[in-house]
Structure formats: C-alpha cells, structure tokens
C-alpha cells in the first residue's frame, strides 16, 4: 500500500464503516468508542482498528483522558483530498467546456453553410434534371 | 476491500501511480497506454493493471479501437468523491464556525463585565485601604 500522505487518506476512506464514523463525528461531535461502535453490527475491536486507521491517517484526533479517549475529526486530510480532485476534474470540465464550444462553433458554421450548399445541391440538380 | 462504489473510487485513487495517470489523461486529454506509461518507471504490465482499477472504478473509459484503445477520464466517480467529503466536511466547518461563535460571544460578555468587576474591586481595595 502507498505511503505518501493522500494515499493514506483515501485508503482511509475507502471502506464505509469507516466514512460512517467520520460522518458521525462531523455530524454529532467529539465520542467514545463505545458510542461510535453502538450503531455498528460489529465488535468494538473491529471499531478500535478502523479507528486506528483514520488516526494514522491524520482524519481523527484521540482525546488524552485514558479512559474515555474521545474522538474527534479533523479536517485538514479532507481538505487535501478534495483539493487534489477538484484540481483535475476541473481542467477535465474545462476541456469538456472548450470541446462543447468547438463543436457549437463548427455546428454554426455548418448551419451558416447550409443554405448554399442546399441553393448549390439544387441549382445542380435542376441542371441536371433539364432536358438536353 | 469494500465493494461499494464510494469504497472502490477511493481506493482507486489511493496510489500515486494512478492519480498520476488520472492528471496526465485530465491535462493531456485521450491517451494510449503505451503513451501513459512513458513517465513511470514501472513496466507495460503494470500500468495496465492500474488502469483496470482505474476501469472498475469507472475513472476511465477506454475507446473500442482493438489495436491502440485509448483512455479517457470520467469525471462522474470523482464528483461523487467531492460531494460526500464536502457534505461532512461543511457539517463540521459550520460546527467550528458555531463553536467560535460562542466563544467570542462568551469573551464579549467577560469584557463588558470587566469594568464593572473591575470598579468594584476598586471600590473594595480602597474602602479597606482607608484608615479605620
């Protein structure tokens, strides 16, 4: 597995117990691990792992209060993240945006065309269609 | 590894390698593989099994042309990506944004409250400062 950080980060969220956890922390703020494990169908170890997963991940910060240790989401990941898609899906719609324009440009000069050529067609094929 | 889509588009983008492909298809426009491989120092055979992630997880479409088919990039999976981290990461932005509402709130109600605590204390300080 890629260790630069944003590889990380993705790994970290390409599991959806995981992005439930990070959804219930944005959502209802700082929680135990009890908490966080309650509407899950799975062991608290289980939980614990994906927690240690989005720690390493920088996605979520553990309280110190060795008891509780309660959870909290970070943000800064998710910045980088999304920064990093809006990047190229950006200059991807914007080529998008460029071909739509060119082909409106070529469609209108066609269409501009038209009206000749079909004059042209017709002149010919009166020609053509006059007795000799 | 999760099977749904969110999880697979994450994870396709979990790998520099693939993200570097992603950025050169979104900046460079339609590409073979030969042509993608050409920056990396890995071999034919790996590039192609990083655009089959990249394929399953509908980042790339790739052109019907037997001999060279050409990759392009599909933005769809990648705005999905974008708008489940901003709905979390907006939630927890306007909590802080709440949070530091409150907390000025608080600090302008101590400084209002401050000469007032302040006088009386001087009030205080003098009375038992004057001579019995």
Chains 1, 2 share one sequence.
């Not at 509780?68 to 920064?83: G, I, M, T």
């Not at 991807?92 to 209108?108: A, N």
């Not at 042209?120 to 009166?126: G, W």
Request: hydrophobic share 40%.
């Amino acid at each position: 597995m890629a260790s630069d950080p944003l590889s990380i980060t993705f790994a970290a969220l390409a599991d959806p117990t995981r992005r439930a956890i990070l959804a219930r922390l944005a959502t209802g703020g700082e929680a135990t691990v009890n908490e966080l494990a309650e509407p899950f169908d799975i062991s608290l170890q289980a939980v614990s792992k994906h927690l240690k997963v989005l720690k390493a991940a920088g996605l979520i910060l553990r309280g110190s209060n060795a008891q509780y240790r309660p959870c909290r989401l970070e943000s800064e990941p998710l910045d980088n993240a999304v920064e990093w898609i809006d990047r190229y899906r950006t200059v991807w719609k914007d080529r998008f945006d460029r071909l739509g324009d060119h082909l409106r440009l070529i469609q209108q000069q066609a269409a501009d065309a038209a009206p000749t050529t079909a004059a042209t067609t017709a002149q010919t094929t009166a020609q053509q269609e006059q007795p000799q």
